[in-house]
């Protein structure tokens, strides 16, 4: 009995090794500006799978130009503060990723037109507490139309989501600053593969305002849901359309790839949200 407490000690010794030295556990990256880490390029470069980059808000903007994420089951979140980045473009590839009080602001930077994008990799992402405000316009006059679906394809986007599934967009602020230069400007698009389809994608809880769209939804799409949002604006801010057409400046669209290809929506519900601020049509279907 009296070798008790000593082999108790012991194993709680190797345990405590064991765990610290097993390979593949979660880290936390601390990005903050004058610290070791300054960038959120410089995290994401030394980020694994699992990890949680914490990005503190500083007293200037992070600029990181094109940054592409390629892990699975990275955080991505802002503390002390909410972060702002400007000319910067987020393009997320790997599975289940979640971006959480980031603010991301093209304002000043005309060749980011799309500020988060989701590639067809990125299932399971979730956007958080999120602004994405004043992409670029994009190419095209914005009119969504059959007999030319680039119009609207090539737009200015907050959140583009490229046929990812199973995409959550939460308590996020779309609300851009009025500027009639950018007639093709859309708040969050979602373009379905013209060989498949876009699976359950929520949008709750957002506010959204914009030159142009608000919510662009192309192609086949199954159990999306949009509720509980406010839009805000879509067109001039005095509530005029800006010099555009009624299908310019909706709050959301509903279309096909293409005339040929069709569009099925099964199980889509729009529900509980707040069109009064849309200047064009509150929900306009192909």
């Known amino acids: ?10 194993l709680c010794v190797v345990v405590l090794f064991a765990l610290t030295a097993l390979p593949g556990l979660a880290a936390v990256i601390t990005v903050s500006q004058g610290g070791p880490i300054s960038s959120l390029a410089a995290a994401v470069g030394t980020a694994a799978d699992g990890d949680t980059i914490n990005v503190e808000a500083g007293p200037s903007a ?3 130009g094109t940054l592409i994420i390629n892990q699975n089951s990275l ?18 590839a790997g599975t289940g990723v979640t971006l959480r009080n ?54 200015g986007i907050g959140l583009r989501i490229n046929g990812s599934d199973q995409v959550s967009v939460r308590d996020c602020n779309f609300e851009c600053t009025p500027d009639p230069d950018l007639p093709n400007q859309v708040d969050l698009s979602d373009l379905a593969p013209t060989d498949g389809s876009s699976d359950d994608l929520l949008v709750e809880h957002c506010r959204f305002g914009s030159q142009g769209k608000n919510i662009l939804l192309v192609g086949t799409h199954n159990r999306a849901v949009i509720r509980d949002n406010a ?49 064009g049509v509150g929900v306009y279907v192909y």
């Open 1 to 10: 009995m009296g070798f008790t407490k000593p082999v108790i000690f012991c």
């Open 102 to 155: 980031l603010t991301v602001d093209g304002e000043g930077a005309p060749g980011m037109d799309v500020l988060v994008n989701l590639t067809s990799s990125a299932n399971q992402a979730t956007i958080e507490s999120c602004t994405l405000v004043n992409p670029a316009s994009g190419t095209g006059t914005g009119v969504p139309t059959l007999d030319d679906p680039s119009s609207v394809a090539n737009a």
């Open 231 to 279: 839009f805000n604006r879509s067109g001039g801010v005095d509530g005029s359309r800006g010099g555009q057409s009624v299908l310019s400046t909706c709050g959301i669209v509903i279309m096909p790839q293409t005339a040929a290809d069709g569009a099925v929506f099964t199980d889509t519900r729009i529900e509980n949200n707040d069109f009064n601020s849309v200047s």
């Open 75 to 92: 955080t991505i979140q802002g503390t002390n503060g909410t972060p702002r980045f400007t000319g910067t473009s987020l393009y997320l």
């Open 62 to 64: 992070y600029v990181e």
